[in-house]
Nanobody, 126 residues
């Protein structure tokens, strides 16, 4: 079992940047594939980015490609989401997720993940 705790959310103006962190505890962090999802008010949870166990492979939603970067430091048990050029439509609660299984859809489906954090809120003002 792994526990996930997100941090780094907040209020930022459009065009600004934030870096989200997800700290993991429990089993060996390097055995998990990781993902970030988000849920805006009144909308379904959607995929943002994913990274494999070693960090060698990353995947992004089209809406964030070129603006967001997912990374991980296994020695620190942490996965990051660097968000640049933020837009008001990026406003959402951001969730970190983990799975011990291999990705079957490049980590884009929430059903692939076994463990979830509590979320951190990101608000982008126009």
């Amino acid at each position: 079992q792994v526990q996930l705790v997100e941090s780094g959310g907040g209020l930022v103006q459009a065009g600004g940047s934030l870096r989200l962190s997800c700290a993991a505890s429990g089993r060996t962090f390097g055995s998990y594939n990781m993902g970030w999802f988000r849920q805006a008010p009144g909308k379904e949870r959607e995929f943002v980015a994913a990274i494999n166990r070693s960090g060698a492979s990353t995947y992004y939603a089209d809406s964030v490609k070129g603006r967001f970067t997912i990374s991980r430091v296994n020695a620190e048990n942490t996965v990051y989401l660097q968000m640049n050029s933020l837009k008001p439509e990026d406003t959402a609660v951001y969730y970190c997720a983990a799975t011990v299984s291999s990705f079957t859809t490049r980590g884009t489906m929430s059903s692939e993940y076994n463990y979830w954090g509590q979320g951190t809120r990101v608000t982008v003002s126009s």
